[in-house]
């Protein structure tokens, strides 16, 4: 099984998006990361997903650190004990799951490496839920085509991200879809916003009632903010239509929300 993401997997050229900082890249069965050393979070990672041949699983593997890249490099699980932050997959444990079942299993268990993990606030409402279920939905829109998409996910590192535990929390954090519309590149960018449950000095607050809020917003938006060249993806974007300005974000709160 070949390691990495792979740029020709949707038939049309797809570069991996490029961050402005150095990054150290790590390949994985069927995904990549960008690791930003000095953040000790990922800038970017990409995954490649078969949703034809895609097996549902369950759940083998532990969190560990990965040995290519320097332990203090790496937000490791003294950032996740005894306090309400869980460890986010980037790369959902599911997404590399598909074709032989070996394969698939060895794919699965290398997301669960601390450099594909990000801290977000524990418990769960309608907004994250939506979150984590984007890329279900984009998968059953592409279906019509060839069912393969390519997800592109990482927090944004801001530089006034609150200090917590020798890290600084991510507030927000981006998503980008990418499939085939015929023999044409199309694109959709999201964002997690997860400020209200993140303190500037304690690290974390109560979460209030919907304090999780997912915006589709336009992918350009989302290249200036976390500071990546995304490459094609701008203007294949679904959510700004050809010629006409740019539009706002515009939160979901349910995937019927979602432009495609």
């Given at each position: 099984m070949s390691d990495g993401y792979d740029p020709d997997f949707l038939g049309i050229p797809l570069p991996l998006p490029s961050p402005a900082q150095p990054t150290t890249r790590l390949d994985y069965p069927r995904f990549s990361v960008l690791l930003d050393e000095q953040r000790r979070f990922?800038?970017?990672?990409?995954?490649?997903?078969?949703?034809?041949?895609?097996?549902?699983?369950?759940?083998t593997g532990e969190w560990r650190l990965d040995s290519r890249a320097p332990a203090e490099?790496?937000?490791?699980?003294?950032v996740y004990s005894r306090n309400d932050l869980d460890r986010g997959h980037l790369v959902r444990r599911r997404d590399p799951g598909w074709g032989a079942t070996?394969?698939?299993?060895?794919?699965?268990?290398?997301?669960?490496?601390?450099?594909?993990?990000?801290?977000?606030?524990?418990?769960?409402?309608?907004?994250?839920?939506?979150?984590?279920?984007?890329e279900d939905h984009v998968l059953a829109y592409a279906e019509a085509t060839d069912q393969r998409i390519a997800v592109f996910t990482a927090p944004v590192l801001a530089g006034d991200d609150p200090p917590y535990r020798g890290i600084r929390v991510p507030l927000r954090f981006w998503k980008i879809a990418a499939w085939r519309q015929g023999d044409t590149l199309a694109s959709a960018g999201f964002v997690l916003d997860q400020s209200?449950?993140?303190?500037?000095?304690?690290?974390?607050?109560?979460?209030?009632?919907g304090?999780?809020?997912?915006?589709?917003?336009?992918?350009?938006d989302i290249a200036a903010e976390a500071g990546v060249?995304?490459?094609?993806l701008v203007d294949a974007d679904t959510f700004v239509r050809r010629g006409l300005r740019p539009v706002a974000a515009r939160e979901l709160r349910s995937a019927d929300d979602i432009v495609l």
């Amino acid at each position: 099984m070949s390691d990495g993401y792979d740029p020709d997997f949707l038939g049309i050229p797809l570069p991996l998006p490029s961050p402005a900082q150095p990054t150290t890249r790590l390949d994985y069965p069927r995904f990549s990361v960008l690791l930003d050393e000095q953040r000790r979070f990922a800038a970017v990672t990409a995954v490649v997903i078969d949703g034809a041949s895609l097996l549902d699983l369950p759940r083998t593997g532990e969190w560990r650190l990965d040995s290519r890249a320097p332990a203090e490099a790496q937000a490791g699980p003294e950032v996740y004990s005894r306090n309400d932050l869980d460890r986010g997959h980037l790369v959902r444990r599911r997404d590399p799951g598909w074709g032989a079942t070996d394969e698939a299993r060895e794919a699965t268990e290398a997301t669960f490496f601390y450099t594909n993990a990000a801290p977000q606030a524990a418990g769960f409402n309608q907004s994250k839920e939506l979150w984590l279920g984007l890329e279900d939905h984009v998968l059953a829109y592409a279906e019509a085509t060839d069912q393969r998409i390519a997800v592109f996910t990482a927090p944004v590192l801001a530089g006034d991200d609150p200090p917590y535990r020798g890290i600084r929390v991510p507030l927000r954090f981006w998503k980008i879809a990418a499939w085939r519309q015929g023999d044409t590149l199309a694109s959709a960018g999201f964002v997690l916003d997860q400020s209200e449950l993140v303190g500037t000095r304690q690290g974390l607050v109560v979460p209030p009632l919907g304090a999780f809020r997912t915006f589709q917003v336009p992918i350009a938006d989302i290249a200036a903010e976390a500071g990546v060249d995304v490459g094609p993806l701008v203007d294949a974007d679904t959510f700004v239509r050809r010629g006409l300005r740019p539009v706002a974000a515009r939160e979901l709160r349910s995937a019927d929300d979602i432009v495609l």
